[in-house]
């Protein structure tokens, strides 16, 4: 009777074990995965969430809450008039600054107060610089000023002074340069319109009101210019009449200019 129950339950473990074994291998491990603890699937991507978010904050801190991205140097570029100290002390940012937080639009406004100073770009150079490009004002002509020139430029900006006359550069006769001088203005505009005839025998512009500008050439005659309207006319006229024996040409009136 033993034997026989031996056989019974050999039979029952074969026919358990045969039955195991007819299940795929692939179909009993998807089993096993189905019953497993899913604690760390779903902790996963959290773990790996906040790490990102450590190692972002991190890193934000040290750009813009520390020194080790600071600023250690401020290039100056293209600055002759000011020179690359008034520049810097201009730009006013203290060493050590992160880098990312320093405002370079506040920078550039600053350094533009200058004088000699027409344009400004500043840009950050990773890890340590600040890097400040400055384009300065093109000298167009001078006013006799106590112990020297005042130079302007285009604009009738006054942005520097000089103990002589730069080479190239056109005396002007001004009673109070700038530019919201009319006088000042309308000078600029008649000699942005010469001639290269004109300018080559320019000796100054004398302009003590908007509507009575002369030029006087450096071979002693004089241009009547009157206003600064139709100067490109008027430049045309007095450059043709330059052929002539006259000592005074009037273009104040382009289409009747006279000679004397």
């Known amino acids: 009777m033993a034997v026989q129950r031996g056989s019974v339950q050999d039979r029952r473990w074969k026919l358990v074990r045969a039955r195991r074994e007819a299940v795929p291998t692939s179909v009993r491990r998807m089993h096993q995965r189905r ?24 890193g934000a801190w040290l750009v813009y809450g520390t020194s080790v991205l600071g600023v250690q140097a401020v290039e ?20 050590g600054t992160p880098l990312a937080q320093v405002d370079t639009d506040q920078v550039a406004a600053r350094v533009g107060t200058l004088p000699p100073v027409a344009a400004v770009e500043v840009s950050r150079s990773w890890p340590h610089t600040l890097v400040i490009e400055v384009v300065e004002r093109t000298p167009v002509g ?35 340069p700038g530019p919201d001088d009319p006088a000042t203005t309308a ?5 942005a ?17 908007p509507t009575r500008i002369r ?10 210019w009157g206003d600064a309207d139709r100067s490109a006319t008027k430049a045309t006229v007095a450059t ?11 273009v104040s009136v382009p289409d009747v200019a006279t000679t004397s």
């Open 35 to 58: 019953f497993r603890r899913p604690t760390l699937r779903w902790l996963r991507p959290v773990l790996w969430g906040a790490l990102a978010a450590v190692v972002v904050g991190l």
């Open 76 to 95: 100056v570029s293209g600055s002759t008039l000011a020179s690359p100290d008034q520049v810097r002390a201009a730009a006013a940012v203290i060493d």
């Open 142 to 176: 001078v006013v006799e000023v106590e112990g020297g020139f005042a130079v302007l430029d285009g604009a009738g900006v006054v942005f520097n002074r000089v103990p002589a006359q730069p080479p190239g550069v056109v005396l002007l006769r001004l009673a109070a």
């Open 187 to 191: 000078a600029l505009r008649v000699l």
């Open 193 to 209: 319109s010469l001639t290269p005839a004109l300018r080559d025998g320019l000796a100054e512009v004398d302009a003590p009101s």
């Open 215 to 224: 030029l006087q050439l450096a071979d002693g005659r004089v241009v009547v």
């Open 240 to 250: 043709a009449l330059l052929a002539t024996d006259a000592t005074t040409i009037d």
